[in-house]
């Protein structure tokens, strides 16, 4: 791997390369061939990745290839260590930091597109946690059911609940207990401690596929290969390791409740490869309606032969040679 550095001051004028794009639109392929042709730190963008355990379902990238070119915020927390959205917006800007005092540009590449928005804009100053509070709302949870717990969100705030699955239950617990702490969850609120109070410079490079079928087929062979590599047993040990992380952030990636479940009887086998692969279509879908709603983001369609040529060429065009 190429460890070159731009021929300026130390972090003046270096620019954030964001690589975003749907799940299994081959991000992590690309930003390896960039890595090798520009001088460029990667850190990833991944809600799943940085927990210590979850490698298979969450594509991972291999120890080889992590050890060959190194990946910032992988591996970095146990099951049981919530790791925020503030959590990634304050390592990831200390991690740009320390690159662009290195001459460097870091590469932000990953699905988590929440976390790039974080990065970006910064995030609300929200009211801290309220232990009665939230205790009466899983009280709530038990009468009504989870459902009708988010229903209730999407009335009360519509705005706030548009990017929260109906299955999050911490998202929903936390939405509420910020509704009535008059905390605000909707894109009027105010935000800050983003790249942009910095004054730097964002690349942002979308990688899609303009064939939704092609994606489709994409998503079932990663699957297949997922189970070929131990999927099941990943779960199995993390299961065993940790009984009670069902519950927890990291278990929200796709794949993991659906595994889950499937081991401990609640579903069958079949049941279970078609909930998993109907929840990583449905992800890649709400990934692409966030993008397009989401302006300023350069489009590279991943089926293009000559995409990585492409991108390189945008790259060197905009001077992070």
């Known amino acids: 791997m190429s460890r070159h550095s731009l021929n300026t001051p130390s972090g003046y004028d270096l620019p954030v390369i964001f690589l975003a794009g749907t799940t299994a639109s081959g991000k992590t392929e690309l930003a390896l061939r960039l890595a090798e042709e520009f001088p460029i730190d990667l850190v990833s963008v991944d809600s799943g990745q940085v927990y210590r355990g979850m490698d298979i379902g969450t594509a991972k990238p291999p120890r080889k290839i992590l050890e060959r070119t190194p990946h910032a915020l992988i ?37 988590t597109l929440f976390y790039f928005s974080a990065l970006l804009h910064g995030l609300s100053k929200l009211p801290r946690a309220d232990a009665a509070l939230r205790a009466s709302l899983e009280e709530e949870a038990q009468s009504i059911g989870w459902h009708g717990l988010y229903e209730r969100l999407r009335r009360l705030t519509p705005d706030g609940s548009e990017h929260i699955e109906p299955q999050d239950r911490q998202r929903i617990l936390r939405a509420l207990e910020i509704h009535e702490l008059g905390g605000q969850l909707g894109p009027e609120t105010q935000r800050s401690g983003g790249l942009i109070d910095a004054n730097i410079s964002v690349l942002k490079l979308c990688l899609f ?113």
């Open 75 to 111: 591996d970095i927390r146990d099951l049981e260590s919530p790791y925020s959205a503030a959590d990634f917006r304050a390592d990831a800007r200390q991690l740009i930091s320390q690159s662009h005092s290195r001459g460097r540009i870091p590469l932000c590449v990953g699905g």
């Open 209 to 321: 596929s303009s064939d939704r079928r092609v994606l489709h087929e994409r998503i079932s062979r990663r699957f297949e290969q997922m189970l070929a590599t131990g999927f099941l047993d990943e779960v199995k040990s993390l299961k065993s390791a940790c009984p009670d992380a069902q519950e927890t952030p990291a278990m929200r990636s796709v794949g993991y409740q659906q595994a889950w479940q499937y081991l401990d009887g609640k579903i069958g086998r079949q049941q279970f490869e078609e909930d998993t692969q109907t929840a990583t279509r449905r992800l890649a879908k709400r990934q692409l309606t966030w993008l397009r709603n989401d302006p300023g983001w350069i489009w590279f369609d991943a089926l293009n032969p000559g995409v990585i040529k492409a991108v390189s060429g945008f790259l060197a065009s905009a001077g992070c040679r």
